[in-house]
């Protein structure tokens, strides 16, 4: 037997998850919205937040997996990338914990967990597989060779998708987080209203920092026409705006999968969550002959489960650390 307690602190959700011999059995999450009026996570506020959630949190995640604190073998924690604050309050509780019931300690990177959420439900991809990672502070595509051996082939050079997704919802004067909301209304809209740039970069990275220099331009030169342009082409801009950033992603995507011969094809990450996006990389997917794997909403965002899960690979390994880890808020892959 083997009873895993996840820990994810990394940002602005405190989660806890029990993954009993590779299966999860809970997976709880406290979002903090105390963000939203501030227009982003303020980092104070967050870690503040994470220490009134933990302990509910993970007692909701013990009871609902049915166990007792007693059963836990091991605790995974988030160690990086992310907020030094807030993982700060994962990482202590995690170390209280094992401390207090003398068990191992197993640090996690988030960004490699991410990938690791495609471990937790079948059908599994095989090894090597591609994944495009794409969250609020990271895009990156990863050749997977293995649990714990990640290649960092490609990744942004400015913004990260999902801060290209929540930085043009700003300027079309949607809150925060946008990212969600352009899916919601690009589903009626028409994405080949407003012709957006794509930058050209030769290698396998990314860039979205011009097109959020577009849109800032196009909405102030059509504001100045007539006040009510966003109410009135809000579903167009959108999907034009959803459709733009789903085709930079994709594009490279491609690249990397004819540059590696790689056929097994999987995204992770909030972005991960965005319908056009999916919608498209299975259309991809058909085209090209891939395996296309497409975590569930739930392991898309951050999550604790995939923390677990994560945890579960490396207990099997017996690979722990001792009570002197401390949070990186970098890590490289
Ligand atoms: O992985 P994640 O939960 O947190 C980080 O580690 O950053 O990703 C959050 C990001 C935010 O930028 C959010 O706007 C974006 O994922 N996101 C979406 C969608 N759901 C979440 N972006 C576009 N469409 C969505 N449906
Ligand atoms: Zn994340």
Do not use: C, M, W
């Given at each position: 037997m083997a009873v895993i307690l996840g820990i994810e602190s990394s940002c602005d959700e405190t989660s806890a998850s029990i993954c009993i011999n590779g299966e999860i059995k809970s997976n709880i999450i406290?979002?903090?919205?105390?963000?939203?009026?501030?227009?982003?996570?303020?980092?104070?506020?967050?870690?503040?937040?994470?220490?009134?959630?933990?302990?509910?949190?993970?007692?909701?995640?013990?009871?609902?997996?049915?166990?007792?604190?007693?059963d836990v073998d091991a605790v995974a924690f988030t160690r990086g990338p992310g907020l030094l604050g807030s993982l700060l309050v994962g990482t202590s509780f995690a170390k209280s914990f094992a401390l207090a019931r003398n068990i191992p300690l197993i640090d996690i990177n988030h960004m490699q967990a991410h990938i690791l959420a495609h471990f937790i439900d079948d059908p599994k991809p095989n090894f090597p597989f591609l994944c495009l990672t794409v969250s609020g502070g990271h895009t990156q595509i990863v050749l997977v060779k293995d649990y714990f051996d990640m290649e960092l082939i490609g990744q942004t050079l400015d913004d990260a998708a999902g801060e290209a997704f929540d930085k043009t919802a700003k300027i079309l004067n949607l809150p925060y987080p946008g990212g969600p909301l352009i899916d919601k209304y690009a589903k009626d809209g028409n994405p080949n209203a407003y012709k957006l740039p794509e930058p050209q970069i030769?290698?396998?990275?990314?860039?979205?920092?011009?097109?959020?220099?577009?849109?800032?331009?196009?909405?102030?030169?059509?504001?100045?026409?007539?006040?009510?342009?966003?109410?009135?082409?809000m579903h167009d801009l959108c999907a034009s705006v959803q459709d733009r950033i789903v085709t930079i992603l994709l594009n490279k995507l491609k690249k990397a999968a004819k540059q590696t011969g790689v056929r097994d094809i999987a995204i992770a990450g909030g972005v991960s969550a965005n319908s056009g996006l999916r919608k498209s990389l299975l259309e991809m997917g058909d085209n090209y002959n891939w395996r296309v794997f497409i975590p569930k909403f739930e392991y898309c965002t951050d999550n604790a489960a995939m923390i677990a899960i994560a945890g579960y690979h490396k207990f099997l390994k017996g690979e722990f650390v001792d009570q002197e880890v401390a949070p990186l808020a970098r890590i490289p892959m």
């Open positions: 406290a979002t903090q919205a105390i963000h939203a009026k501030y227009g982003g996570v303020v980092p104070e506020l967050a870690s503040r937040a994470h220490q009134q959630n933990i302990i509910p949190t993970v007692d909701q995640a013990i009871q609902q997996a049915k166990i007792t604190k007693n030769a290698d396998l990275n990314f860039s979205f920092s011009g097109l959020k220099t577009a849109i800032l331009y196009l909405v102030q030169a059509e504001v100045k026409k007539n006040p009510n342009f966003l109410d009135e082409h």
